[in-house]
């Protein structure tokens, strides 16, 4: 029930293409719902959050769509770009608690 | 400004010796984790320091020994390593918003056990 699914593992697009990235979870405790994006070699950085209480969230190019009756939530990439090629982790949490359940990964390709 | 600063970048090191990992931040946030992440895996939660007391520890093997001098610094001690302990380690810290805590990781650090 702790454990957040994530899907596709990899996925590659052609530059200017919207890849989506999906992520499942049991626990309707969780209440925090975070993306981070991985560079090879580098420390995964916060991309964009949300809450349970809206269904959307953007912030630039990166949509967040958030299905509380379906406990489902995506990272979508508008005019995608080279430069986002990339890991994505979704993850999850309580509130007031220190612990991040992160989903597998999804390694994003974008070609020119 | 959300910097996480981890030295050393990389880290070679035998299985006898005894090294330290360093992270540092400066933004004020509350608490300070350390995780490890394999090849092409998320990262896992080692510990959790919250107000400079240890709140969270991921049952770590012994040879992981993790400090907090105080509000801004953490460190990990490692001893008599395993080559299965090959990783890049990671520190995080974060800041509260509305009830969830907003984690931002350093760069980490490479670490070779030989």
């Known amino acids: 029930q702790q454990q957040v699914k994530q899907s596709p593992q990899s996925l590659i697009v052609q530059k200017g293409g919207i890849p989506i990235i999906n992520c499942a979870y049991e626990?309707?405790?969780?209440?925090?719902f975070p993306w981070y994006q991985q560079f090879p070699g580098k420390g995964p950085a916060l991309l964009i959050a949300?809450?349970?209480?809206?269904s959307e969230k953007k912030e630039g190019r990166f949509t967040i769509s958030f299905n509380k009756s379906a406990k489902q939530f995506s990272l979508h990439i508008m005019d995608s770009q080279p430069g986002d090629s990339a890991t994505y982790f979704c993850?999850?949490?309580?509130?007031?608690?220190?612990?991040?359940?992160f989903g597998t990964g999804t390694r994003l390709q974008v070609f020119p | 400004d959300t910097e996480v600063t981890q030295t050393p970048k990389h880290l070679v090191m035998g299985m006898t010796n005894k090294k330290s990992l360093k992270c540092e931040q400066h933004?004020?946030?509350?608490?300070m984790y350390w995780y490890k992440q394999k090849a092409k895996k998320p990262p896992e939660l080692m510990f959790v320091?919250?107000?400079?007391?240890?709140?969270i520890n991921e049952s770590v093997p012994s040879r992981f020994s993790p400090e907090c001098p105080n509000s801004s610094l953490l460190n990990l001690h490692l001893h008599a390593l395993q080559p299965e302990d090959s990783a890049l380690y990671l520190c995080?810290?974060?800041?509260?918003?509305?009830?969830?805590?907003?984690?931002?990781f350093g760069p980490g650090t490479r670490l070779t056990v030989t």
């Open positions: 949300i809450r349970p209480d809206v």
């Open positions: 626990n309707t405790a969780f209440d925090y």
């Open positions: 933004m004020g946030h509350r608490a």
């Open positions: 320091y919250s107000y400079e007391k240890l709140s």
């Open positions: 993850a999850a949490s309580m509130m007031n608690t220190d612990k991040l359940i």
């Open positions: 995080a810290s974060s800041q509260e918003r509305g009830g969830s805590y907003e984690q931002y």
